[in-house]
């Protein structure tokens, strides 16, 4: 479950912000999370749970993750459709050409943390 490495990576990220601003606990951190960005939103909740049990990185137990989900656009580069795609590289339903680009859907981020 690569998630548990990610969710470590975003924490320390906060974390070493929130010291820079005088912050000494977090309370909320807020995700954006696209439907193609390879992480899955459940997965990363229970990777948070786990961090926040054990009070780590400035969380405590009443400490909230909030995951907005991205949804996946891709336009054709050939002509111009745009459209829902299922996998990152995609078939235009329209002209039938390997041509869809993602132009939503990969981001992976945090968008917002509260603290005090
Ligand atoms: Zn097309």
């Not at 948070?48 to 909230?64: D, G």
Request: hydrophobic residues 40%.
């Amino acid at each position: 479950m690569h998630e548990m490495a990610l969710m470590g990576d975003i924490l320390q990220l906060v974390e070493r912000d929130a010291k820079a601003r005088n912050i000494k606990q977090i309370n909320k951190i807020e995700l954006v999370v696209g439907e193609l960005s390879n992480a899955l939103p459940d997965a990363l909740e229970m990777a948070f749970e786990t961090f926040r049990a054990r009070e780590l990185a400035m969380l405590t137990r009443q400490s909230q993750l909030v995951i907005r989900k991205e949804e996946a656009r891709a336009k054709c580069t050939v002509c111009g459709y745009e459209y829902h795609p299922e996998v990152r590289l995609s078939i235009c339903p329209e002209c039938g050409l390997p041509s869809g680009k993602l132009t939503a859907g990969e981001t992976f981020k945090v968008k917002l943390y509260e603290g005090n």
